[in-house]
T-cell receptor
Framework: GAVVSQHPSWVICKSGTSVKIECRSLDFQATTMFWYRQFPKQSLMLMATSNEGSKATYEQGVEKDKFLINHASLTLSTLTVTSAHPEDSSFYIC?????????????FGPGTRLTVL | SQQGEEDPQALSIQEGENATMNCSYKTSINNLQWYRQNSGRGLVHLILIRSNEREKHSGRLRVTLDTSKKSSSLLITASRAADTASYFCATDQGGKLIFGQGTELSVKP
């Protein structure tokens, strides 16, 4: 149980295009999902917290108009990188937390590697 | 930054030896978690220790937590080549996970 999937697992796009990444909780309902970014040889940096049915909360320094997050259902959150540029190339990882208890464990997706040419 | 610190940044040991990684953080926490990440892959959850716990074991893993010093350690005993990976601590701060910088462990056969 507690499986989180991401799609696609990798994507290559041209500079200026937009890319959508999906994060799904397969066997549980996730009131809250999180999006992280990881550059090579670095740690995960929390980008935003996504609550079902409400606007995402972005961490300081993360542009909300650049990284659009939609959490339209209890099992799906999407991250859209708009007008992607080479500096947006990174490993994007989502996590999902079951229910509304903030003490619940988060479950991580396998990540999406974005390469912007 | 709320990000925690880990040391060492890199650790190279021989198979069979023990590996110890340390993590320090800055704010109050609900719990602290350790994760493993193989190169280019997702995270694997290893162990969670709550703020009112001091030590926890899981197989060859031993985690300690000292909230007065805001620090934790992960000990891997009798290491194996398959333990080669990056290890991250993450503190639960109000429901958000804040990751440490990670330790890159290399276990040589």
């Amino acid at each position: 149980g507690a499986v989180v999937s991401q799609h696609p697992s990798w994507v290559i796009c041209k500079s200026g295009t937009s890319v959508k990444i999906e994060c799904r909780s397969l066997d549980f309902q996730a009131t809250t999902m999180f999006w992280y970014r990881q550059f090579p040889k670095q740690s995960l940096m929390l980008m935003a917290t996504s609550n079902e049915g409400s606007k995402a909360t972005y961490e300081q320094g993360v542009e909300k108009d650049k990284f659009l997050i939609n959490h339209a259902s209890l099992t799906l959150s999407t991250l859209t990188v708009t007008s992607a540029h080479p500096e947006d190339s990174s490993f994007y990882i989502c996590s999902a937390r079951p229910g509304g208890n903030s003490y619940n464990e988060q479950f991580f997706g396998p990540g999406t590697r974005l390469t912007v040419l | 930054s709320q990000q925690g610190e880990e040391d060492p940044q890199a650790l190279s040991i021989q198979e069979g030896e023990n590996a110890t990684m340390n993590c320090s953080y800055k704010t109050s926490i609900n719990n602290l978690q350790w994760y493993r990440q193989n190169s280019g892959r997702g995270l694997v959850h290893l162990i969670l220790i709550r703020s009112n716990e001091r030590e926890k074991h899981s197989g060859r893993l031993r985690v300690t937590l000292d909230t007065s010093k805001k620090s934790s350690s992960l000990l891997i005993t009798a290491s194996r080549a398959a333990d080669t990976a990056s290890y991250f601590c993450a503190t639960d701060q109000g429901g958000k996970l804040i990751f440490g910088q990670g330790t890159e462990l290399s276990v040589k056969p």
